[in-house]
């Protein structure tokens, strides 16, 4: 979730925007269960877990056991509700939240590039376009971008926190470009700013640095696909931040 807050800190181009009031609803009970890996069993953190259907913004991840507790917000039908289950490197799922209690089996995923078949170890050529931050993503992305703010004491973030709405409407048109030389282009309305990524695939960590280097963040890659990537940031406490192809 870095990814954002690491740019938009250093560009200070939220200093620039007018801003208005938004809210986040109350959940009533939640969706309680458990994902685990097919053949092993084993417990799959960090898988994301959100409504299939619905409002874009329930959702939430799993912890190092699998298990996950996702509120429904209100007037949601559980009998009708459906969740949407993912992990890099596994098939996603859609399961009905009325029927959780039994694990939640995620089968292992392979990906077509070309002409040639590869594994979530191969994934590097899937995260080389251009993304944007998914709607669903959008509030989050506002509470990691003014938190880091009050870290760093950058001048005028309270004045940003009381203008949500056009805050969302900038978190909008950010767009981020990874280049097959490992060069990360940010472009934000008019301002552009660069950098370097590294994905390691071995441990499914994304780590992006500001030109001079004195800036790093390194997030959890949760899911990568051809129209989704699903990032973790263990830091923060925040939900999963997920994006999609801009183009």
Same mark, same amino acid.
């Given at each position: 979730?870095? @990814?954002?807050? $690491?740019?938009?800190?250093?560009? %200070? =181009?939220?200093?620039?925007? /007018?801003?208005? &009031? !938004?809210?986040?609803?109350?959940?009533?009970?939640?969706?309680?269960?458990?994902?685990?890996?097919?053949?092993?069993?084993?417990?799959?953190?960090?898988?994301?877990?959100?409504?299939?259907?619905?409002?874009?913004?329930?959702?939430?991840?799993?912890?190092?056991?699998?298990?996950?507790?996702?509120?429904?917000?209100?007037?949601?039908?559980?009998?009708?509700?459906?969740?949407?289950?993912?992990?890099?490197?596994?098939?996603?799922?859609?399961?009905?939240?009325?029927?959780?209690?039994?694990?939640?089996?995620?089968?292992?995923?392979?990906?077509?590039?070309?002409?040639?078949?590869?594994?979530?170890?191969? @994934?590097?050529? $899937?995260?080389?376009?251009?993304? %944007? =931050?998914?709607?669903?993503? /959008?509030?989050? &992305? !506002?509470?990691?971008?003014?938190?880091?703010?009050?870290?760093?004491?950058?001048?005028?973030?309270?004045?940003?926190?009381?203008?949500?709405?056009?805050?969302?409407?900038?978190?909008?048109?950010?767009?981020?470009?990874?280049?097959?030389?490992?060069?990360?282009?940010?472009?934000?309305?008019?301002?552009?700013?660069?950098?370097?990524?590294?994905?390691?695939?071995?441990?499914?960590?994304?780590?992006?640095?500001?030109?001079?280097?004195?800036?790093?963040?390194?997030?959890?890659?949760?899911?990568?696909?051809?129209?989704?990537?699903?990032?973790?940031?263990?830091?923060?406490?925040?939900?999963?931040?997920?994006?999609?192809?801009?183009?």
């Amino acid at each position: 979730m870095r @990814v954002v807050s $690491l740019w938009f800190l250093q560009l %200070r =181009l939220v200093l620039l925007v /007018l801003l208005g &009031a !938004a809210g986040l609803a109350r959940a009533q009970a939640p969706a309680t269960g458990r994902v685990v890996a097919s053949g092993t069993g084993a417990p799959l953190p960090q898988a994301t877990v959100r409504l299939a259907t619905g409002p874009a913004s329930a959702g939430t991840s799993t912890d190092e056991a699998g298990r996950f507790t996702l509120p429904l917000p209100p007037g949601t039908d559980p009998r009708a509700a459906r969740l949407r289950v993912s992990h890099l490197g596994y098939q996603p799922r859609e399961v009905p939240a009325a029927q959780l209690g039994a694990d939640v089996v995620l089968e292992e995923q392979t990906y077509q590039i070309g002409e040639v078949t590869v594994t979530a170890a191969s @994934v590097r050529q $899937l995260l080389v376009r251009t993304w %944007r =931050l998914a709607d669903e993503s /959008l509030d989050v &992305a !506002a509470q990691d971008l003014l938190a880091s703010g009050r870290r760093q004491g950058l001048k005028g973030i309270e004045w940003v926190a009381r203008h949500p709405d056009e805050l969302r409407e900038v978190l909008q048109k950010a767009r981020f470009t990874f280049q097959p030389d490992g060069t990360l282009k940010v472009k934000i309305m008019l301002f552009g700013a660069k950098g370097q990524w590294l994905l390691d695939e071995e441990s499914r960590t994304l780590t992006v640095r500001n030109r001079t280097g004195s800036s790093t963040s390194t997030d959890t890659v949760v899911e990568l696909s051809a129209d989704r990537l699903v990032l973790h940031d263990a830091t923060s406490g925040l939900p999963n931040a997920v994006y999609v192809p801009a183009d």
